[in-house]
């Protein structure tokens, strides 16, 4: 299953979980090395894996694949609570 930004927020959702449950198993020591945190996470790019050794494209493919799932959920909620608010400033 993967998991959207919001699991690190709720739970406490560790990286190490986060790649295990995404099929990454292979990332963990790596961002353990280079003390990835959830927030580092969001802001990582093709040139961080680069400089970190994940140089093959079909495990950046992959991993920025599930990463990209996170950021969009991300956007759709606050779109939506923003929507929210709206609609509830205009009843008041």
Request: proline letters at 0%; charged letters at 25%.
């Amino acid at each position: 299953t993967q998991n959207t930004g919001e699991d690190w927020k709720n739970v406490k959702l560790s990286v190490s979980t986060w790649l295990k449950l995404n099929q990454l198993d292979s990332f963990i020591d790596i961002f353990k090395f280079h003390e990835i945190d959830g927030n580092s996470l969001l802001l990582l790019d093709y040139s961080d894996l680069d400089k970190m050794g994940i140089i093959k494209i079909g495990k950046q493919k992959s991993f920025f694949k599930k990463l990209n799932f996170i950021k969009f959920k991300n956007i759709e909620k606050f779109i939506l609570n923003l929507n929210q608010n709206k609609l509830n400033n205009n009843l008041l």
